[in-house]
């Protein structure tokens, strides 16, 4: 039962609206922060830094820190839990702990097994929020976003710059990559390899963790020493005229992010019981679509400015963030447990789906030139002329409407084959 | 000392310890599992390192 309702369509209103009270609410506490933040002269690049390459992943990272925290205080111990063995705070996943604290009689077998369930449940929830949020940006907004500038410019293309391929979209590849390597259960792939049972979701252990939100400090480090001018253009909010009243909108907006974190995640519970979804695919599903839509208008109002480049970046940017940050820092709190769709369709697919459009713009005219020969040999010499025009980080229209078929067959393959996370 | 220099001892570092934690992951039964935690962090850190190496290289 949520706020009193118990009915699943009375939740799932609930459900609606928490998930967008949660994307308008952090976006007024980024607007309104970055304006405080300017009265009191704090400097753009810092502000650029802080305020608003978090701001754009506000509602994944609320959803991360709440839901973690709810995995701690499950335990009905959550400081003696840091203080059982170390390496298996460090290395070892929260079932890990709580076996721990049970052999030691910290807590009974029913608080291990309530907070196992907690753990499960709101590892699934937030991990697919956020890599399903990832996917629709990655693929339908990114789509959308290259087919409207190029319907804008009047064009059959979209040209990339080679500074955003290498500086943002290489690294969101990178990231998700990363992410992909420890949401894996290396024991399990070995044991798989060696014809065992395929057993290859892991955890995000907290050593998992630091690499993760370690690599975002790196990055903002990497952003800091190399384009310090660019960072203090992307944000647009005037100084504010009254700090204090916007100050305390912005704490309250937060105030009322973390709620609606809060009211999402038990929602979540109702729906799985009475549904059968899985927590990962509602995540997908809901958080995941509706978290994008601010980057989509932010990318496709910056377009009508002629300013492709800092759409794409702040698109780009926020999946750089959503991993590095919102699992980084959820998994140092608590840890997470990985559902199977993530390592097995999930992060794959994404990484391909960045990777082979990273390797086709970088080498479509060696393409264009090796087809073109065949074409040539049997007397298609107008076929081979288009090959040989192709140009290196050119995207055609139907580059992006294929991006944009990537997201439903996406969807349709994670709703059909990948159904259940920890069966 | 240089940045490309401090990155490419840390890539260095932690290519000796992902070699250390493979052997041992090789030459003993695969039994703790914190082995592959460890080998799966590092190759990730070893991702950041080389990334960004790269990146200032490419963008120099």
């Known amino acids: 039962m949520v706020l009193g309702f118990s009915g699943l369509a009375a939740n799932a209103l609930i459900s609606v609206l928490s998930v967008l009270s949660l994307v308008a609410g952090a976006e007024l506490v980024v607007s309104r922060i970055e304006g405080v933040a300017k009265h009191y002269g704090v400097s753009e690049v810092v502000i650029a830094m802080t305020v608003v390459s978090i701001g754009t992943s506000l509602p994944e990272i609320s959803l991360h820190l709440v839901g973690s925290m709810n995995i701690l205080l499950s335990s009905g111990a959550p400081l003696k839990l840091f203080l059982t063995d170390p390496l298996t705070v460090l290395i070892g996943s929260h079932a890990e702990i709580l076996s721990l604290l049970a052999e030691k009689g910290v807590i009974t077998s029913n608080v291990v097994a309530a907070s196992q369930e907690t753990f499960l449940s709101t590892s699934g929830t937030v991990l697919g929020a956020n890599i399903g949020s990832d996917v629709v940006q990655q693929t339908l907004v990114l789509g959308m976003v290259i087919l409207s500038a190029a319907l804008l410019a009047n064009d059959h293309g979209f040209r990339f710059s080679r500074k955003f391929l290498i500086r943002d979209y290489a690294p969101m590849m990178g990231t998700t990559l990363m992410t992909l390597i420890l949401a894996l259960n290396w024991r399990g792939v070995v044991g798989f390899l060696s014809g065992g049972a395929l057993k290859v979701a892991g955890t995000f252990t907290r050593l998992d963790g630091i690499v993760l939100f370690g690599s975002f400090l790196a990055y903002m480090y990497y952003l800091y020493t190399t384009r310090k001018e660019e960072l203090a253009e992307a944000g647009d909010v005037e100084p504010s005229d009254r700090p204090l009243r916007d100050l305390f909108t912005g704490v309250a907006a937060m105030v009322l992010v973390i709620v609606s974190a809060e009211v999402f995640l038990r929602v979540v519970e109702v729906a799985v019981a009475r549904t059968g979804l899985s927590q990962s695919m509602i995540g997908v599903a809901s958080v995941g679509v509706v978290s994008a839509f601010p980057e989509m208008i932010t990318a496709i109002s910056g377009l009508r400015h002629g300013s492709e480049g800092v759409s794409l970046g702040t698109l780009v940017g926020s999946n750089i963030t959503n991993p590095l940050l919102a699992i980084g820092a959820g998994s140092i709190i608590s840890t997470y447990a990985v559902p199977r769709p993530l390592v097995l369709w999930d992060l794959p697919m994404e990484t391909i789906t960045a990777g082979v459009l990273l390797a086709y713009m970088f080498s479509k005219e060696r393409i264009g030139d090796l087809l073109a020969r065949p074409a040539r040999f049997a007397g298609l010499e107008s076929v081979a002329g288009k090959l040989e025009s192709t140009e290196n980080r050119v995207l055609s229209v139907a580059g992006a409407l294929l991006l944009i078929l990537v997201y439903f067959v996406y969807l349709y393959v994670r709703f059909n084959y990948f159904q259940y996370d920890f069966a | ?60």
């Open chain 2, 1 to 60: 000392m240089g940045w490309d220099q401090r990155l490419r001892e840390v890539l260095l570092f932690q290519a000796g310890v992902m070699v250390v934690v493979v052997a041992t992951i090789l030459f003993s039964s695969p039994s703790d599992e914190r082995l592959f935690e460890v080998f799966g962090a590092l190759l990730s850190a070893s991702i950041t390192v080389f990334g960004i190496r790269e990146m200032r290289k490419l963008t120099a």
